[in-house]
T-cell receptor, first 109, second 115 residues
Framework: KNEVEQSPQNLTAQEGEFITINCSYS?????LHWLQQHPGGGIVSLFM???GKKKHGRLIATINIQEKHSSLHITASHPRDSAVYIC???????????FGTGTSLTVIP | DTAVSQTPKYLVTQMGNDKSIKCEQN?????MYWYKQDSKKFLKIMFS???????INETVPNRFSPKSPDKAHLNLHINSLELGDSAVYFC??????????????FGPGTRLTVL
């Protein structure tokens, strides 16, 4: 069993819909990362959080440390949001990363 | 100005060969990483390195070795390439402040194909 589980694996949404991607982890973490990988292959770091909530534009990330769960929300989704979203649990000790398998999001106009 | 760059972008080679992938960052970061992304798009950390410590993922074969000539570079050498080494390899960098690491910046990736 992977230390980090994401759901759903695949998600198709209509433009404008509110989207939620979930991430659960089983290890004690220093931080939880959300990454975005576009069809071209490049990876961009969206958020790094260890508590509470962060917001960048239409993207919101939340984390519940007690429940070992994080969510990535996209408001007013747009076709350019189509990408694979990956969560990763980071442990400072040993500088270890455990990655989820990714959620492939397609937003249809 | 590219923050994290990798060369080459594509690498096609025969089984048994030795090859290197270069990574450079101009962000002044003190920590660099190599990741492998397999055909199922699953990312796995291979190495993390700062000027004091190399941390190796125990699942990485010793045919893979990182070499850092200076803080801005972390190159990946692969000996005796095997078919299973075919993947996309990403370099990334970050900085360590206080008690934690900051967000990572990723290179564009190198697609390695072993024939």
């Amino acid at each position: 069993k992977n230390e980090v589980e994401q759901s759903p694996q695949n998600l198709t949404a209509q433009e404008g819909e509110f989207i939620t991607i979930n991430c659960s982890y089983s290890v004690g973490i220093s931080a939880l990362h959300w990454l975005q990988q576009h069809p071209g292959g490049g990876i961009v770091s969206l958020f790094m959080l260890s508590s509470g909530k962060k917001k960048h534009g239409r993207l919101i990330a939340t984390i519940n440390i007690q429940e070992k769960h994080s969510s990535l929300h996209i408001t007013a989704s747009h076709p350019r949001d189509s990408a694979v979203y990956i969560c990763a649990a980071h442990i400072n000790t040993g500088n270890q990363f455990y990655f989820g398998t990714g959620t492939s999001l397609t937003v249809i106009p | 100005d590219t923050a994290v760059s990798q060369t080459p972008k594509y690498l096609v080679t025969q089984m048994g060969n030795d090859k290197s992938i270069k990574c450079e960052q101009n962000l002044g970061h003190d920590t660099m990483y190599w990741y492998k992304q397999d055909s199922k798009k699953f990312l796995k950390i291979m190495f993390s390195y700062n000027n004091k410590e190399l941390i190796i993922n125990e699942t990485v074969p010793n045919r893979f070795s990182p070499k850092s000539p200076d803080k801005a570079h972390l190159n990946l050498h692969i000996n005796s390439l095997e078919l299973g080494d075919s993947a996309v390899y990403f370099c990334a960098s970050t900085s360590f402040e206080g008690t934690s690491y900051n967000e990572q910046f990723f290179g564009p990736g190198t697609r390695l194909t072993v024939l």
